[in-house]
Structure formats: structure tokens, C-alpha cells
């Protein structure tokens, strides 16, 4: 059983920062692609930033220049450090990750129970 855990997330001022972190644990050949969504309430689910196992990096237009994804191989988990944060970044943020399970040699994704970020004064 593969799980992603996220950890992170939290109360804080508008122009705070926080590191949220997701760590993939279970039976893992492989992993591609890991990313960053957020779900604001009444609002669908938006991407936010993707990381490929090589370190390519992909920001939607409204974090660009304030948060930065990175991920540590060895550990199978993906961060994503938010920086001058506003109250529009106020959501629910999920982790989801491409996998290559070892056991079976497939694909498929996971997504992370999801954390709670709340920016307000």
C-alpha cells in the first residue's frame, strides 16, 4: 500500500511563510512527477507547482516568484516552501504523485490526505 502524508500546514499571518512536506512510503519502484494542488472553499481543485524526478519545475501563474517545490529523492517527499504569503492562499493543499509501484510495475497516481493552510490576520 503506497501512502502520501502531508505535514505542514497551519495558521499564519499575511506575508508569512510555511514548508508543507509530503512523504511517499510504501512499496515505490519510482517516482515521476510530483505535485502541489490546492482546493480554496467552493472553489475546484487548482494546481499549483509540479516537479519532475530530474528537477524540472512548473508554477501556476498566482504563487510564481513566492513559492518554490523541491523534493528529496532518497526520501521520496516533495516540499513546497510558500513564502510572502496572502489570504488568497487560504485552501486545502494536496500532494499527488506519479508512481511506479515495485511489486507490480505499473502506474498510478496518489493523492495525499490533504493540509490545511490559513492565511488571515
Known amino acids: 500500500q503506497v501512502q502520501l502524508v502531508e505535514s505542514g500546514g497551519g495558521l499564519v499571518q499575511p506575508g508569512g511563510s510555511l514548508r508543507l512536506s509530503c512523504a511517499a512510503s510504501g512499496s515505490i519502484f519510482r517516482i515521476d512527477v510530483m505535485a502541489w494542488y490546492r482546493q480554496a472553499p467552493g472553489k475546484q481543485r487548482e494546481l499549483v507547482a509540479t516537479i519532475t524526478g530530474g528537477g524540472m519545475t512548473n508554477y501556476a501563474d498566482s504563487v510564481k516568484g513566492r513559492f518554490t517545490i523541491s523534493r528529496d529523492n532518497a526520501k521520496n517527499t516533495v516540499y513546497l516552501q510558500m513564502n510572502r504569503l496572502k489570504p488568497e492562499d487560504t485552501a486545502v493543499y494536496y500532494c499527488?504523485?506519479?508512481?511506479?509501484?515495485?511489486?507490480?510495475?505499473?502506474?498510478?497516481?496518489?493523492w495525499g490526505q490533504g493540509t490545511q493552510v490559513t492565511v488571515s490576520s
Open positions: 499527488n504523485a506519479d508512481l511506479i509501484g515495485a511489486a507490480t510495475g505499473l502506474k498510478f497516481a496518489r
